[in-house]
């Protein structure tokens, strides 16, 4: 029964760990503090009220991975970027892509 402390919902949180881990450098005190507050309170379960009726098996059944590389190119941003005098921000999987951007946003420091 999803929900209920199981050998898919361990395997579920070490593995979201050991890709919170796996990306050291890039996290916050803040995503730590959410991290030890998720290791503390462990995977929901049906006895949570707001849980309850949250079928989880479809989530603990996935196999989390590390996004994979980005594999846009400048030549790809400039064949469908809009022809038009503004700053570019290019986005891929919804993850700023600063290396495709412009460096130049005409901010003041």
């Known amino acids: ?3 209920f402390p199981t050998n898919s919902n361990s395997r579920a949180l070490q593995q979201l760990y050991s890709l919170f881990e ?5 996290r916050s005190a803040h ?4 991290w030890q507050q998720v290791l503390r309170q462990g995977w929901p379960t049906r006895k ?8 989880l098996e479809g989530l603990l059944e996935q196999q989390f991975l590390e996004p994979a590389e980005n594999v846009f190119s400048a030549e790809q941003r400039d064949k469908l970027a809009l022809k038009i005098d503004a700053y570019c921000l290019v986005f891929v999987d ?3 892509c600063p290396q495709l ?4 946003l005409g901010t003041t420091g």
Do not use: C, F, I, V
């Not at 796996?22 to 890039?26: D, I, K, V």
């Not at 995503?31 to 959410?34: F, G, V, Y």
């Not at 949570?48 to 079928?55: G, L, R, V």
């Open 1 to 3: 029964m999803a929900g």
């Open 22 to 26: 796996a990306r050291g450098g890039e």
């Open 31 to 34: 995503a730590l503090a959410h």
């Open 48 to 55: 949570q009220e707001n849980w309850k009726y949250t079928p």
């Open 94 to 96: 919804g993850r700023l």
């Open 101 to 104: 951007s412009d460096e130049d």
